[in-house]
Nanobody
């Protein structure tokens, strides 16, 4: 009933930039927090950034000053602008949205399938 689809991943050299997008679709009533997580091989999934509906943002220390999260409430989209990328940023990046639907009328977390970001040194 709800789908999240990420895009924008790819291969980039260290110091480069990428912008990830995630669009939610389905019988959506409202989206509360929208977040990005990432997972590297052999490591647990980790928090990257989150943005509330009014626009309050929180970042992991490892990405502060380099990554910027934003959202478009009309398009049900969340973005992650990643600058000055480092090899340690290599991971699969996942979006997570807190969504209420016309069926449940309660907020649940939904995940996208992920998009690969690879940063070469």
């Amino acid at each position: 009933q709800v789908q999240l689809v990420e895009s924008g991943g790819g291969l980039v050299q260290a110091g480069g930039s990428l912008k990830l997008s995630c669009v939610a679709s389905g019988n959506i009533l409202n989206i509360n927090d929208m977040s990005w997580y990432r997972q590297s091989p052999g490591k647990p999934r980790e928090f990257v950034a989150t943005i509330s509906r009014p626009g309050r943002t929180i970042y992991a220390d490892s990405v502060k000053e380099r990554f910027t999260i934003s959202r478009d409430n009309y398009e049900n989209a969340v973005y992650l602008q990643m600058n000055d990328l480092k090899p340690e940023d290599t991971a699969v990046y996942y979006c997570q949205d807190s969504i209420s639907t016309s069926t449940t009328h309660t907020y649940q977390n939904y995940w996208g399938p992920g998009t690969q970001v690879t940063v070469s040194s």
